[in-house]
């Protein structure tokens, strides 16, 4: 079983900077991809960042130049610096991996269980 477990959420003024963190462990053969989502109450669930395997990432739209994506392997993590916050970004943000448990298995998502940000004077 793949557990997740997120770190680094809090309350932040506008302007403010917070970086989370989402350390992974279980039994895997490889990660295909790991990734940040949020959701803020009453709006569904949207991507904030993600990055593959070889390195590449995308942004939600909203966030794009303000937040960054970064992924150490050796210790199976996945992090997102959060810059220049506003209140639009208070919301829950969940982490997710794409693992595969063994060569030949299909690819299975697991999620963290969330951590709250909070951005307010």
């Known amino acids: 079983q793949v557990q997740l477990v997120e770190s680094g959420g809090g309350l932040v003024q506008p302007g403010g900077s917070l970086r989370l963190s989402c350390v992974i462990s279980g039994r895997m053969f490889s990660i295909d991809a790991k990734g940040w989502y949020r959701q803020a109450p009453g709006n569904g669930r949207e991507l904030v960042a993600r990055i593959i395997k070889g390195g590449s990432t995308n942004y939600g739209d909203s966030v794009k130049g303000r937040f960054t994506i970064s992924s150490a392997n050796s210790k199976n993590a996945v992090y997102l610096q959060m810059n220049s916050l506003n209140p639009e970004d208070t919301a829950a943000y969940y982490c997710?991996?794409?693992?595969?448990?063994?060569?030949?298995?299909?690819?299975?998502?697991?999620w963290g269980q969330g951590t709250q940000v909070t951005v307010s004077s």
């Open positions: 997710d991996v794409e693992v595969r448990t063994y060569s030949w298995s299909s690819m299975q998502i697991y």
